[in-house]
């Protein structure tokens, strides 16, 4: 029997993500080559058009997959029925503006795309929040769907999961295919910390394979976490294939699975597990079972991992606080 096209929704479908994310989702990428899906835009009322021009693109592709494109400048209307939502959408820090300014002009977007996909997104509503703040960017959403688990709400680190394991990679002179176990704690900023103290390269720890504590504290990390400002310096733009290519791999992994024998890092909302504070948003390393993430436990956690993984939690309480006093959450 003919399978049920599942009803993918994109925020920012005309932004620069969008374009690399959406030949990917209706091509089959996303949910695996025997599922069917229906993609529904979401953009500001500016950006339509250039949705309209993408939606062209996609029909002209004829993939097999694709079973329907709608574009809507209303969030209500957008999330309607969604199964999957990728919120990509965000409004960029600009010159002169402040943090606070930057919460709050994100609020305004989250706040009402929270509400929707609270009033009309399937049962299974998964979102992934890969517009920044992210982290917190998610936190918003979710607390304006108070029917829907909060654990559907998560926000994108697999990009930097997958930069972490391509550097170490490098350094250690192996395919990436060889590395398993990394971890990227926190948030999806400069604080954020990857860890490859139970990373493996080819079934060995990592940690002892690099064997080098000047290049983990001084090179490993510190281009890990500013890889995004980096290719920002280089490109003149931020990065749009490489973050479509992660929101593939965390959607794929959260509905398909994780595989034996390795995790991979997501932000999801914290239990308290490894001193996190219950309900943050913060990234963790996760396996994915029957559709759930689940944070793998029993890590041993040292003095130097400590350290980062509390600095970048710290800021995620910050910018909590932050939307709070707002009155965004
Ligand atoms: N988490 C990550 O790893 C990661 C990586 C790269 C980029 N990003 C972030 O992803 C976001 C998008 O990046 P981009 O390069 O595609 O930006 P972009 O500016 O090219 O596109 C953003 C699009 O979002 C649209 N938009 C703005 N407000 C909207 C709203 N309320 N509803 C629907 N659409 C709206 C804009 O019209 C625009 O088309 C940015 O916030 C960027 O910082 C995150
Ligand atoms: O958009 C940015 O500021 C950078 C982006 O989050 C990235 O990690 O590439």
Redesign the pocket.
């Known amino acids: 029997m003919a399978q049920v096209p599942v009803n993918v929704t994109v925020?920012?479908?005309?932004?620069?993500?969008?374009y690399a994310l959406l030949f990917r989702i209706a091509s089959g990428q996303l949910l695996g080559p025997d599922t069917p899906v229906k993609l529904r835009l979401?953009?500001?009322p500016?950006?339509v058009k250039?949705a309209e021009g993408t939606a062209m693109e996609l029909d002209d592709c004829a993939f097999p997959l694709l079973r329907g494109i709608d574009i809507f400048d209303d969030?209500r209307q957008a999330f309607d029925g969604a199964n999957v939502a990728l919120l990509?959408?965000?409004?960029?820090r600009t010159k002169g503006m402040e943090r606070g300014d930057l919460l709050e002009a994100n609020g305004g977007?989250f706040k009402p795309?929270g509400e929707a996909i609270n009033a009309g997104a399937a049962d299974d509503i998964r979102v992934l929040v890969?517009?920044?703040p992210?982290n917190t960017n998610a936190l918003i959403a979710q607390a304006h769907a108070p029917d829907v688990p909060a654990e559907r709400f998560t926000?994108?680190?697999?990009?930097?999961h997958n930069r972490a394991i391509s550097q170490l990679a490098a350094k250690l002179g192996v395919p990436v295919t060889d590395i398993s176990k990394l971890t990227i704690w926190g948030n999806?900023s400069a604080t954020q910390y990857p860890d490859i103290f139970h990373a493996e390269v080819a079934g060995k720890n990592a940690a002892e394979a690099v064997n080098d504590e000047a290049w983990l504290s001084g090179t490993f990390i510190p281009t890990v976490a500013k890889r995004?400002a980096a290719i920002i310096e280089a490109r003149g733009?931020?990065?749009?294939a490489s973050?479509a290519n992660?929101a593939i791999d965390h959607v794929h992994d959260w509905v398909l699975g994780t595989p034996e024998g390795d995790w991979t890092s997501a932000a999801i909302v914290s239990d308290g597990s490894y001193g996190v504070p219950e309900g943050l948003i913060s990234s963790f390393p996760v396996v994915s079972r029957d559709g759930r993430w689940e944070i793998v436990q029993g890590l041993e956690i040292d003095a130097f991992s400590r350290e980062r993984i509390d600095a970048s939690v710290q800021e995620l309480t910050e910018e909590r606080d932050a939307v709070r006093k707002l009155g965004l959450i």
Do not use: C, F, Y
């Not at 733009?237 to 749009?240: D, E, I, V």
């Open positions: 925020t920012g479908a005309a932004g620069q993500i969008g979401l953009e500001i500016q950006a250039a969030p990509v959408g965000a409004r960029p977007i795309q890969v517009g920044n992210a926000a994108m680190t697999r990009l930097d999806h995004g733009a931020s990065s749009a973050a992660a």
